[in-house]
């Protein structure tokens, strides 16, 4: 009797630590593409650093599009498949507070321009330094967020750049800015339709070339905290005075 009571236990024990082997979070992009079994958390599409070029609504107006241009890509996952323009085996993992923060807090009075040249300015520093003030505490893993570079009404198009970060130390793993055609009717949907076909080209085109590239890298060794002892610095030995 005592053995028909413990295995229960036995087998619950197994199925956590399978289940925790299974969902365990990649910290390198190495192994991201290697296994699609990889949970990816998708933060949404970050607005603050990007120029609005021979847009007619006002900046209030715009203000009150982001979040729902957020919403949409999420709701309507279907069509905007970010789970399998990255081969993911599960659905991502959504989470918009961090990136809608900071669309919150941007001044988008500074974002419109009449001027095509005005936009494109964006370089892959600045999205190393930029993602840095996203609230990602307790977070890890790797997230995929869009950052907007530059949105055209005259060329009716916006270009991004598809970043991938780790969670943990906010650190780009991977960002390539791509272009997409805008479509449809409003502000929501003419500038959502971007992202779709931006999501579309790393379907068909993108991914494998960064499957590829990240599986010719060499492995990436995830930095760890100094121990108690080594943390402190090294005394330095007094030479000896010349006679």
Request: aromatic share 10%.
């Amino acid at each position: 009797m005592m053995h028909v009571r413990k295995q229960p236990f036995l087998l619950l024990t197994l199925f956590l630590l399978c289940s925790a082997t299974i969902t365990s979070y990649a910290q390198t992009l190495k192994e991201f593409f290697a296994n699609t079994a990889t949970p990816l958390t998708y933060l949404g599409v970050d607005f603050s650093l990007t120029k609005i070029q021979g847009e007619a609504a006002t900046p209030t107006e715009i203000s009150t599009k982001f979040e729902p241009i957020n919403s949409v890509i999420i709701t309507e996952a279907k069509k905007y498949d970010v789970t399998g323009s990255f081969k993911r085996a599960a659905a991502v993992i959504n989470y918009p507070d961090a990136v809608n923060k900071v669309n919150g807090d941007a001044n988008v009075t500074k974002m419109k321009t009449d001027n095509v040249s005005d936009l494109g300015t964006l370089t892959p520093d600045d999205i190393s330094k930029h993602v840095k003030v996203y609230n990602l505490s307790g977070k890890t893993g790797i997230g995929l967020v869009f950052i907007m570079d530059g949105m055209s009404k005259t060329n009716k198009e916006a270009a991004m750049y598809a970043t991938l970060i780790n969670l943990s130390t906010k650190k780009v793993l991977l960002t390539e800015k791509i272009t997409g055609k805008a479509q449809g009717f409003g502000f929501r949907n003419y500038w959502a339709y971007t992202v779709y076909k931006v999501l579309h080209t790393i379907s068909s085109d993108k991914y494998k070339d960064w499957a590829k590239t990240a599986a010719s890298a060499p492995e990436e060794k995830v930095a760890e905290a100094p121990k108690a002892d080594t943390a402190k610095p090294k005394a330095v030995k007094k030479g000896k005075k010349a006679v």
